[in-house]
C-alpha cells in the first residue's frame, strides 16, 4: 500500500484529503506545517507528498527544499492558490514534480500522484 504524506495547515483540508485517499487505498500520514512535513517524510517515508505553500513556522517551499536535500529523489506535489504562480515556479526549480490548484478536484489529484508513483 503506497504511502502519502498529506502536509497543509487548514485542518479540514487534510482531513478532505486522507478521507479521499484512504478510499482510493493510500496509507496516509499528515502534518500542519513544514517542520512537522520534515519529521514526518524522515519518520515514514512516503512515495509521494501533497504540500501547502503558504503555511505556519515554515513554508512548503522551505519545507520542500529541505526533503529534497534530505532525499534527491522525493516526489512532492504542491497544493497551491490561484495567483502563487511565481512560488509554484521557485517550487518546481527546488524539485517539485507537479501542483495542483485549490480547491482542488479529486481526478486532478489522483492524476498528479498517478504520474508518481512507479
Do not use: C
Not at 482510493?24 to 520534515?38: M, P, S, T
Amino acid at each position: 500500500m503506497p504511502k502519502l504524506l498529506v502536509v497543509d495547515d487548514a485542518e479540514f483540508l487534510r482531513v478532505r484529503l486522507t478521507r479521499m485517499l484512504t478510499a482510493e487505498g493510500f496509507e496516509v500520514f499528515q502534518a500542519e506545517n513544514g517542520l512537522k512535513a520534515v519529521a514526518a517524510y524522515q519518520e515514514h517515508h512516503p512515495q509521494v507528498v501533497l504540500m501547502d505553500i503558504t503555511m505556519p513556522e515554515m513554508d512548503g517551499l522551505a519545507a520542500l527544499k529541505e526533503i529534497m536535500t534530505l532525499d534527491p529523489q522525493a516526489r512532492v506535489v504542491m497544493l497551491t492558490a490561484l495567483g502563487q504562480e511565481s512560488v509554484v515556479l521557485e517550487a518546481v526549480k527546488s524539485g517539485a514534480k507537479d501542483f495542483v490548484v485549490k480547491p482542488f478536484e479529486h481526478e486532478r489529484v489522483m492524476k498528479a500522484i498517478g504520474k508518481l508513483l512507479p
